[in-house]
T-cell receptor, first 114, second 114 residues
Framework: EAGVTQSPRYAVLQEGQAVSFWCDPISGHDTLYWYQQPRDQGPQLLVYFRDEAVIDNSQLPSDRFSAVRPKGTNSTLKIQSAKQGDTATYLC????????????FGEGSKLTVL | GDSVTQTEGQVALSEEDFLTIHCNYSASGYPALFWYVQYPGEGPQFLFR?????EKGSSRGFEATYNKEATSFHLQKASVQESDSAVYYC?????????????FGSGTQLTVMP
C-alpha cells in the first residue's frame, strides 16, 4: 500500500513569492490534514478536510494561506506572499473517519523563505 | 485550550540504558493520548495510544500508562538501542469536544550512543 505522497520535498523562496504544496493521501482515506512544523517544534494543525469539505481551518492564516481538496482525494496547500516566519516543514497526513488518532504522515515539504 | 508539555528537549543515553520521557497534558475533556516518533527526513509515525485512565499503550518495547490524576503519559523503555535515536512526540486528541485533531507537544530528541 502506497503511503502519503507530498511534493515538492524542498522549496526555497524570496519573501513575497508564492508556493504550492501537493499531497496525495493513502487511497481510501477520507480525512486529510495539513500541519506546519517549524524547526525543532511539534506539528501544528493548519486545516483538515473530510472528503472535500473543510472541517476546521481556524488555524490557517487565511490572508495568505489557502487549502483545497476539490474531489476529496488530492489536496493543495498554497502560500501567497511568503514571509520568513513561514519557514517550516509542511506535513500532510491522512486517516479514516472515525479517527482513532492514528494519522499517516507524508515525508513533508520543507520550505525556506529568505 | 488543550495542550501537551514535554519537559525534556533532549535526552542522551547509552545503549541498554533505561529511558523515561515525561509528558503531561492539560485538557478540558477526557482526551486520548498518543506517542509518535519522527526519524530524520520523515513524517511522524504512530507508536501507540491509550484512551482511558490506567490503560497501558505499548509498541516496539516502548510503553506508557495513562494517569488521569497526574495528567501524565510518560514514555518508557527498559533498554534502548542506537536505532531508537529519533524525536518523540506526545499528543492528545480530545474527541469529547467533537474535534478530531491531534495536538502535539514540542518533542524530545533522543540520542542513543553505542
Amino acid at each position: 500500500e502506497a503511503g502519503v505522497t507530498q511534493s515538492p520535498r524542498y522549496a526555497v523562496l524570496q519573501e513575497g513569492q508564492a508556493v504550492s504544496f501537493w499531497c496525495d493521501p493513502i487511497s481510501g482515506h477520507d480525512t486529510l490534514y495539513w500541519y506546519q512544523q517549524p524547526r525543532d517544534q511539534g506539528p501544528q494543525l493548519l486545516v483538515y478536510f473530510r472528503d472535500e469539505a473543510v472541517i476546521d481551518n481556524s488555524q490557517l492564516p487565511s490572508d495568505r494561506f489557502s487549502a483545497v481538496r476539490p474531489k476529496g482525494t488530492n489536496s493543495t496547500l498554497k502560500i501567497q506572499s511568503a514571509k520568513q516566519g513561514d519557514t517550516a516543514t509542511y506535513l500532510c497526513a491522512s486517516s479514516l473517519f472515525p479517527n482513532t488518532g492514528q494519522l499517516y504522515f507524508g515525508e513533508g515539504s520543507k520550505l525556506t523563505v529568505l | 485550550g488543550d495542550s501537551v508539555t514535554q519537559t525534556e528537549g533532549q535526552v542522551a543515553l547509552s545503549e541498554e540504558d533505561f529511558l523515561t520521557i515525561h509528558c503531561n497534558y492539560s485538557a478540558s475533556g477526557y482526551p486520548a493520548l498518543f506517542w509518535y516518533v519522527q526519524y530524520p527526513g520523515e513524517g511522524p509515525q504512530f507508536l501507540f495510544r491509550a484512551s482511558r485512565d490506567k490503560e497501558k499503550g505499548s509498541s516496539r518495547g516502548f510503553e506508557a500508562t495513562y494517569n488521569k490524576e497526574a495528567t501524565s503519559f510518560h514514555l518508557q523503555k527498559a533498554s534502548v538501542q542506537e536505532s531508537d535515536s529519533a524525536v518523540y512526540y506526545c499528543a492528545l486528541s480530545d474527541t469529547s469536544s467533537g474535534s478530531w485533531q491531534l495536538i502535539f507537544g514540542s518533542g524530545t530528541q533522543l540520542t542513543v550512543m553505542p
